[in-house]
């Protein structure tokens, strides 16, 4: 979920050779010199929350490394904590005059715009989000999650025992249901006579209600599903809880979640953030911008943990099913050739 799943993981500052610029308390300090040659280009990237251990923000850190690499420049990163220092890191930004401004996530939009319409000539790239109105200096890149949802639904159909396969989303809204509907399909794509149910956390706070997820996840446990996809951002670890507590499994998003409950997450719907941020970049830099770029399975911008390298060490259910794997790569490669389509509820 693209909302809050990438604040769980918040820990100690990540070291490494970018520069980690922390905003606290509204107030953004440098602590560290640029990395790179001084010469070459120059990349800043500003993110809505601390870095941590969060492996949505370090992609992204690790994609605008490889973007300053290959062009034997210099990046920064800004580390945010609140609005205030949201605000404050941006404007940072904009006035260093780097070669591209990167952003990741849905806060900056408005922040963006108000950048993009008085700096007119700064060139910004706006991750997993974009932009209401359409800037020449604003590019966006955004992720097609249905697709690896799908995937994510059909190893679900092919390891349920009951038949009954549902999802824990968000709110019940066209973009939260790519989290859900998808998850269906795929199930139903292996196994046609599954059956599946969606339920939805809502209420007051249905980002971070654990306590709520867990509700709904456990209305589901009760008829019998016994995999869930829980698309709940920090209510996940909710419906974590209650699928450990009822021998049931579950998937999780944006970064692999198995570690949190090993042994119930079966495998988790990723967002690579390191590729939109380096080929976005290559992108800008090419005079590519004031566009929106999708990236899916084919540009290898969402993937599955149980597909991608080391997921024996991955902590995810899904290393122990090699069989599942094999089917679920022959529908990935269906979809990437393009044979196959996945629905997308935001578009209907």
């Given at each position: 979920m693209t909302r809050r799943t990438r604040s769980l993981q918040l820990a100690a500052v990540a070291a490494g050779t970018v520069l980690l610029a922390t905003g606290c308390n509204a107030a953004a300090k440098d602590s560290a010199d640029d990395a790179g040659t001084s010469g070459g280009k120059s990349f800043t990237l500003v993110t809505p929350d601390?870095?941590?251990?969060?492996?949505?923000?370090?992609?992204?850190?690790?994609?605008?490394?490889?973007?300053?690499?290959?062009?034997?420049?210099?990046?920064k990163v800004y580390q945010s904590s609140d609005t205030a220092s949201q605000q404050q890191n941006v404007q940072a930004a904009v006035d260093a005059k780097p070669d591209v401004i990167v952003l990741v996530g849905f806060e900056f939009a408005d922040i963006v715009a108000q950048q993009a319409e008085k700096n007119p000539k700064q060139p910004f790239l706006m991750v997993d989000a974009c932009t209401t109105k359409t800037f020449k200096n604003v590019s966006c890149a955004v992720f097609r999650e249905h697709e690896g949802v799908y995937l994510a639904g059909a190893e679900a159909g092919l390891l349920s025992k009951s038949g009954k396969v549902g999802a824990v989303d968000v709110l019940d809204t066209p973009q939260f249901r790519r989290f859900s509907d998808p998850f269906a399909a795929g199930a139903k794509q292996v196994a046609p006579k599954t059956s599946t149910s969606t339920r939805f956390v809502g209420g007051q706070s249905p980002f971070d209600d654990s306590a709520r997820a867990k509700e709904q996840a456990n209305s589901l446990l009760s008829k019998g599903y016994d995999h869930l996809m829980a698309a709940a951002a920090a209510g996940n670890y909710g419906v974590f809880e209650a699928a450990k507590a009822k021998?049931?499994?579950?998937?999780?998003?944006?970064?692999?979640?198995?570690?949190?409950?090993?042994?119930?997450?079966?495998?988790?719907?990723?967002?690579?953030?390191?590729?939109?941020?380096?080929?976005?970049?290559?992108?800008?830099?090419?005079?590519?911008?004031?566009?929106?770029?999708?990236?899916?399975?084919?540009?290898?911008?969402?993937?599955?943990?149980?597909?991608?390298?080391?997921?024996?060490?991955?902590?995810?259910?899904?290393?122990?099913?090699?069989?599942?794997?094999?089917?679920?790569?022959?529908?990935?490669?269906?979809?990437?050739?393009?044979?196959?389509?996945?629905d997308d509820p935001a578009a209907k």
């Open positions: 601390p870095v941590g251990q969060n492996e949505f923000l370090k992609l992204a850190v690790t994609g605008l490394k490889s973007a300053a690499k290959a062009h034997d420049g210099s990046q021998g049931a499994y579950a998937y999780g998003v944006d970064v692999n979640q198995c570690p949190s409950a090993p042994g119930t997450v079966v495998d988790n719907v990723i967002k690579r953030t390191d590729v939109a941020v380096e080929k976005g970049i290559e992108q800008v830099l090419d005079g590519k911008t004031g566009t929106t770029v999708s990236y899916g399975l084919k540009e290898g911008g969402i993937s599955l943990t149980g597909l991608e390298d080391g997921v024996e060490d991955s902590q995810c259910v899904i290393a122990e099913h090699k069989d599942v794997l094999e089917k679920v790569e022959k529908l990935r490669d269906q979809i990437v050739s393009g044979k196959l389509t996945v």
